[in-house]
């Protein structure tokens, strides 16, 4: 079946440090993928996303770009804030569903330090 | 409000009993949903609505669980028999147009079954 597998966290950084947070996914067909955070004390919230291979998403200063040989989302910011800390979610939604049934990672605790 | 609104945002109940948790979707939302996220783990659905009907039930995980929304807004998910393995924070998300995967998310009912 469908599945998204993230990196475990937590991953702990400094103010301004380079952010990867990797995730793969299988799938049948094409889905579209997303990156979905969830900040303290808040619902989730779409942060970005992409609906065919090569496409980059990007919103904050964070990017994604959907790599379809590697079955990959992999979540990259240039330079951190505090603000950033929160729990990031991969996900994707079957491409020949129109639906919005998302199938979610497990997530990952980011905390950036001051 | 604006957002996603979910009641009770906390619910601790003994096991055996009865549990209602209601969602007020975004106006206008045609679609809602129902996820499941564990401790540590990334929401896991449960059940669709396009207006009042479940589209989509494949992921109440027994006949426990059901789920109304009679006027196409304000639903609710009701668990008979609550069992320990049930404890969980029970997410409500709305959507206007499911197809692009764009789900709103509330904050959430953290269910805890003693």
């Known amino acids: 079946g469908n599945s998204v597998t993230q990196m475990e966290g937590p991953v702990t950084l400094s103010e301004e440090a380079f952010l990867t947070i990797n995730c793969t996914y299988t799938?049948?067909?094409?889905?579209?993928l997303f990156w979905y955070v969830q900040y303290p004390g808040e619902g989730l919230q779409l942060l970005l996303k992409?609906?065919?291979?090569?496409d980059k998403g990007s919103n904050k200063g964070f990017e994604a770009t959907y790599r379809k040989e590697t079955t990959s989302f992999h979540l990259e910011k240039g330079s951190v804030q505090v603000s950033d800390s929160a729990v990031y979610f991969c996900?994707?939604?079957?491409?020949?569903?129109?639906?919005?049934?998302?199938?979610f990672g497990q997530g990952t605790t980011l905390q950036v330090k001051p | 409000g604006a957002g996603v609104s979910q009641t009770p945002s906390n619910k601790v109940t003994e096991k055996g009993k009865y549990v209602e948790l209601r969602c007020d979707p975004i106006s206008g939302h045609t679609a809602l949903y129902w996820y499941r996220q564990s401790l540590g783990q990334g929401p896991e659905f449960l059940i669709y609505?396009?207006?009042?009907?479940?589209?989509?039930d494949s992921g109440l995980p027994n006949d426990r669980f059901f789920a109304v929304r009679p006027e196409g807004s304000v639903s609710t998910l009701k668990i008979q028999r609550t069992e320990r393995g049930d404890s969980a924070v029970y997410l409500c998300a709305s959507s206007y147009f499911p197809k692009t995967g764009e789900l709103f998310f509330g904050e959430g009912s953290r269910l805890t079954v003693l």
């Open positions: 609505f396009q207006g009042t009907g479940a589209a989509d």
């Open positions: 996900a994707l939604n079957q491409g020949s569903s129109n639906t919005g049934k998302l199938i």
């Open positions: 992409a609906t065919k291979a090569d």
């Open positions: 799938a049948t067909g094409y889905p579209s």
